[in-house]
């Protein structure tokens, strides 16, 4: 694999791995001029976040976690990075997918000393799309070690869809409660389970199914800044919801109906590109 292509055509093996257990790494995906041009648009992210920014650590943390979506329209350095051709090119492939649309993108960083963790969760209950042609990209700027990295249960995008909560309070604030499974306790079950997750440099890149539990442990004395992104594949489809989604996309449901293919502008289409 090239380093920086512009073009891409992945491992069987990695497109089979993705496909099996939820969740895979592709090393040294970008270039470190492609991570200085994003350093610099999460540095301007961080300085001006935007209204839907939330800090998701206690305040008692020694550390802080800030965390901030949908930010592409604004900042050029983020547009840089998620039209990257090949970066759609990679995330229709392992979606097994003809199109790759973004979804949204997400920032994630916790300063050092930070001990907040990231739960173990799935990503889609929280959103307002349906389908399984879908991915998430997980892209750190700092080295991350394994103990700090994001973890994932090997083949649970295969479902069932478990009980989203807020992370702090854990409240049903989406699925009405009882709607939905509540979600195992995986620490108790660490040894019954497949585990998978990477130590990372910068330019590697973990791709995982939105359907896939993950969670994260909190940081040690190295700050931990990544940059997420959400793609969508042929099947997925609108679901408005009667609650607030996060992230929240005010007044789509005027433009798109329930079942709907998200074409539509906030949506672009990232593969295939006129230059493919």
Partial sequence: MQKASSSICLPEETIQAFQRDGAVCIRQLFSPAELAVLAEGIEANLQQPSPRAKVASQPDDPGWFFEDFCNWQQNPAYRALIFTPRLGQVAAQLMSSRQARLYHDHLLVKEPNTRQQTPW??????????????????????????????????????????????????????????????????????????????????GDAVFFHMLTLH?????????????????????????????????????????????????????????PTEAT
């Fill in 121 to 202: 969760h799935q990503d889609q209950p929280y959103y307002n799309v349906d389908g399984m042609q879908n991915c998430s990209m997980w892209l750190p700027i700092d080295p991350i070690p394994r103990a700090a990295t994001l973890e994932f249960v090997a083949g649970s995008h295969c479902g069932p869809w478990l009980m989203p909560r807020s992370f702090m309070d854990k409240q049903a604030k989406w699925f009405p409660e009882g709607s939905l499974v509540d979600l195992p306790d995986i620490e108790a079950q660490r040894t019954s389970l497949l585990i998978l997750g990477w130590a990372l440099e910068p």
């Fill in 215 to 271: 969670a994260a442990a909190g940081v040690g004395a190295q700050r931990r800044r990544v940059f997420s992104v959400r793609f969508l594949g042929d099947d997925m489809r609108h679901a408005p919801r009667p609650w607030v989604t996060s992230p929240e996309f005010p007044g789509l449901s005027a433009d798109l109906p329930a079942g709907a293919p998200l074409d539509h502008p906030l949506f672009p289409l990232l593969f």
